[in-house]
């Protein structure tokens, strides 16, 4: 309900600001002027939150994804996470983790730590950080391997 309150106010306010600008231009035209600042107000901020979209999925393909593999893998390796394998994405394997009595406790910390910085960016930025970071867990599972200790290969 606050988001709502919140869409309310900020267009209230922008029409407000409208009328005063279409109000402090001496010209004939106030309707035309309205529309004009309207149009600024609402059309020139959703094309730059476009265009910073553009921006970011192109340097994350770059720069970012590779960096953030590398720490998703980094952070796994250092906790001895098990083996990825048998798992088809992301939230199934750390479902597992988080809920398997097997698993030790350090691994389940790191494991929900994980899934607290996915859920975050999912509320802050929905359409790029969050995405990509799921593409960048996926991949670091991809790219895993588990340490023989912790693969399940050595137990009877």
Same mark, same amino acid.
């Given at each position: 309900? /606050? *988001?709502?309150?919140?869409?309310?106010?900020?267009?209230?306010? !922008?029409?407000?600001?409208?009328?005063?600008?279409?109000? *402090? !231009?001496?010209?004939? !035209?106030?309707?035309?002027?309205?529309?004009?600042?309207?149009?600024?107000? *609402?059309?020139?901020?959703?094309?730059?939150?476009?265009?910073?979209?553009?921006?970011?999925?192109?340097?994350?393909?770059?720069?970012?994804?590779?960096?953030?593999?590398?720490? @998703?893998k980094? &952070?796994? @390796?250092?906790?001895?996470?098990?083996? +990825? /394998?048998?798992?088809? %994405?992301?939230?199934?394997?750390? %479902? @597992?983790?988080? +809920? %398997? %009595?097997?698993?030790?406790t350090?691994?389940?910390?790191?494991?929900?730590?994980?899934?607290? &910085?996915?859920?975050?960016?999912? +509320?802050?930025?929905?359409a790029?950080?969050?995405?990509?970071?799921? #593409?960048?867990?996926?991949?670091?599972? &991809? &790219? @895993?391997?588990?340490?023989?200790?912790?693969?399940? #290969?050595?137990?009877?």
């Amino acid at each position: 309900m /606050n *988001w709502l309150l919140g869409i309310l106010f900020s267009a209230v306010f !922008d029409v407000a600001l409208a009328v005063g600008l279409a109000m *402090w !231009d001496g010209r004939p !035209d106030k309707a035309f002027m309205f529309l004009m600042a309207l149009l600024i107000l *609402w059309i020139v901020p959703l094309g730059l939150s476009f265009w910073g979209v553009i921006k970011f999925w192109i340097s994350f393909v770059l720069f970012g994804r590779r960096r953030i593999v590398r720490h @998703y893998k980094a &952070e796994m @390796y250092k906790s001895k996470f098990p083996t +990825t /394998n048998g798992f088809a %994405d992301w939230q199934s394997y750390i %479902d @597992y983790l988080i +809920t %398997d %009595d097997g698993v030790a406790t350090p691994v389940k910390i790191k494991a929900a730590s994980f899934v607290s &910085e996915i859920q975050t960016y999912k +509320t802050l930025k929905p359409a790029t950080v969050f995405l990509g970071l799921q #593409m960048a867990l996926d991949r670091a599972m &991809e &790219e @895993y391997q588990a340490p023989p200790s912790t693969s399940g #290969m050595f137990t009877s």
